[in-house]
């Protein structure tokens, strides 16, 4: 019974804060909308935030632990093997989040959504500063690798990375499909290499074979 009661005060929440957004979001309704009484709530959540973490907090955090573990496994590599696979890691990447990201679309409409108010508000943001770090460890290594790679401003990475993420996340804005969403990412993934391939201008360090050819 008790176990029945938080469940439906989760459902409720989950309702209020997608139609109305944390802030705006009401105890009382959630409650009214449960069929319990607001101090009754208080037995199983100690506040608004409490109900919207149990339905956010555990996807987002496995959400940005595989991010960070799939960029330190990256930058891990040798710059030549770095300078080598610039793309390759981001597809499997990038599809697996897609796969992440609709077993739990209810959490993430949340966090993106309405998380304005909460801890959660500046998500994106947070991936958007790892990809920028990353970005340039990533120019460092390769040119310690003896790899030719323009120079970047960081505002216009920051600018790049951020449409990118922001971008990835608009399947969730706009309610579409998995199918159509997996085209999708893989048009944003295409556009997003082809682009920076050409900004970065990337070239293999010439050999003593190749320059005597």
């Keep these: 019974m008790a176990g029945d009661t938080r469940n439906k005060i989760l459902e409720c929440g989950r309702k209020e804060f997608l139609e109305k957004g944390y802030e705006g979001a009401s105890l009382?309704?959630?409650?009214?909308?449960?069929?319990?009484?607001?101090?009754?709530?208080?037995?199983?959540?100690?506040?608004?935030?409490?109900?919207f973490e149990e339905l956010t907090g555990a996807q987002a955090k496995e959400l940005l632990e595989y991010y960070l573990t799939v960029q330190r496994k990256f930058a891990e590599l040798p710059g030549d093997e770095q300078g080598q696979h610039m793309a390759d890691g981001s597809e499997a990447g990038l599809f697996w989040m897609l796969d992440y990201i609709y077993q739990h679309f209810d959490a993430f409409k949340l966090l993106i959504c309405s998380s304005a108010g909460t801890e959660y508000e500046g998500y994106l943001n947070g991936m958007v500063e790892i990809e920028t770090k990353a970005t340039f460890q990533f120019i460092d290594a390769v040119r310690r690798a003896g790899w030719q790679i323009n120079d970047v401003d960081e505002e216009l990475v920051h600018m790049l990375s951020s449409s990118f993420f922001y971008g990835i996340f608009e399947i969730v804005v706009h309610d579409m499909?998995?199918?159509?969403?997996?085209?999708?990412?893989?048009?944003?993934?295409?556009?997003?290499t082809a682009g920076w391939t050409k900004l970065l201008g990337l070239k293999p360090p010439v050999t003593a074979e190749k320059e005597k050819s």
Excluded: C, H, S, W
């Design 177 to 192: 499909p998995k199918e159509r969403a997996e085209g999708y990412i893989q048009n944003l993934l295409e556009f997003t």
């Design 28 to 51: 009382r309704r959630i409650a009214k909308a449960a069929g319990v009484t607001t101090g009754a709530i208080y037995g199983y959540f100690p506040d608004k935030m409490a109900i």
